[in-house]
């Protein structure tokens, strides 16, 4: 449900390439992008295949927040079949390398209010995770941005080395090869404790801030699926899961992957989480989130 490029479709690559590799299945799995109105196409097709064996669904926060905002969807995930939570993917804020005059939280907003709506920040779409992260940094340092939305946070990233937007909350995975190259540079994690691979970034929490936000990367199937194949995707992704690639991938980016939870807990947390973004959309406000 995002654009080539992205956090969620990095993952869902490299996961069809670890089953073809260890041979965990005996039919291709086939990486599809449906990014369209901040993944309401997938979801549309997803709910419309109902009773499906064979479509699994790698989601992210708008799994809650696009038919929270797009009431005329029709779209309810809790009727949806969680298959296992691979990972909590984590946000930081970026800026290119070549801001020198930004060196932290404290001159980035200085920088941000200086420029007012002139100061453009990218993400994936209205309703996405980052328009909401972007949302709750504007509530919290009382400025306004004009955000720019892109099909895809690779698309993000590679507008961020491009100087097209002034900065972006990225995904580690997204930023990570133009970090590496010395391209961008992170300001501030929005996580509970700082990230083995950016021990020199601050939290929020450290800097004072009252933001902590993450993403779940859950895969899921349509609703009334069969409970073979619910046995089926859940053994294999339960076997990834416990694979040295996967969690190797997790560390070199950023992610958390503690446990796989499955089945009814991953339901329950779905439901959990769709309470709790609900409840933020109310805080921060749809419009701020959607930019209407």
Known sequence: MAGAGGGADQIARLLQGLIEKKGLSSRPFIPVNKPGGSGAEALRYMQ??????????????????????????????????PIGLMAMDTFLLWVHS???DITDVKSYVAAVKGSGLDWKVGGTGSGQEDSVLTAMMENHFGYDVTYIPFPGGGTVAKNLIGKQIDSTVNNPAEQMEFYKAGSSKPLVQFTGERMAAFPDTPTAK??????????????????????DAVEFYTGLFQELFNSKEWQDFCVSDGLTCDNMMKGGDLASFHADNIVAHKALIESVGAKAITGE
Do not use: C, W
Not at 64 to 74: A, M, S
Not at 206 to 227: T, W
């Open 206 to 227: 450290e800097l004072g801030i009252d933001i902590e936000y993450y993403m779940q990367r859950s895969v899921n199937g349509p609703p009334g699926m069969s409970a």
């Open 48 to 81: 419309d295949k109902a009773g499906d064996d064979h479509t699994v669904m790698m989601t992210l926060n708008s799994f809650y927040t696009t038919p929270i905002i797009q009431e005329g969807l029709g779209v309810d995930v809790t009727k949806f079949t």
């Open 98 to 100: 070549d801001r020198k």
